[in-house]
């Protein structure tokens, strides 16, 4: 199991030093969404009360856009090196492959989460610092399953001439529950007595569902 774990920490690694060194994804996501949400802000131009309601979609909405445009790179680096079909070879086990690539882009994600999150409160101009920690608990539960389920369509959509453009189709219907509950579970903890704990067992649902699937399928894709 020791051996397996450092096989995907290694894939996740690769990863993000790689995207590191090239400045490629990291970067593009980060400008991305900080155009998403300055387009957002002067198109709306919402005062604190309407923009505390309006911060759950729009914080959901940007990571959703923003995640694709990582996702559409999870496996450029070794299609640029022709590494793929060498890495598919190996004897590393197809799960332990998807753990380790879906491991690196989660980080990617992640680390533009959080420094999208502040910007976002300072952006918008919402006094919710208090909520902070909940409300990065609520987004990585959410990351979690859209991470692991958007690295499964990538590798799907790898060799399509359109991937870009499959994988936006495939992902934004399937992800579509899960990304309805963190809205919910964002606004419920925004509004005064709202109930986040359903909305909150619904994305663990979700993410189960998801990451139990998510290898098993990968295993069978690269092998078809």
Known sequence: M?????AAYRIAWKDVVGDWRRRATLSS????AIAVLVVFQVAFDPDRLEATRLLP???WVTILFTSLMGLGRVFQAEEEDGALEG???SAVPRGVLFLGKWSGNLLLTLLVELAL???TLVLFNVDVWGQLPAIVGILLLGTLGLTGLGVLLAAMTQTARSRETLLAL???PLTAPLLIAGVQA????LQPGGEVEPWLRLLVIFDLVYLALAPWAFGWLVTE
């Open 170 to 172: 495939l992902l934004l």
């Open 87 to 89: 890495l598919l070879l």
């Open 186 to 189: 964002l606004a419920a903890l």
């Open 117 to 119: 999150l502040p910007l």
């Open 2 to 6: 020791s051996k397996l774990l450092r």
């Open 29 to 32: 996501m980060l400008f991305f």
């Open 57 to 59: 979609g729009l914080l």
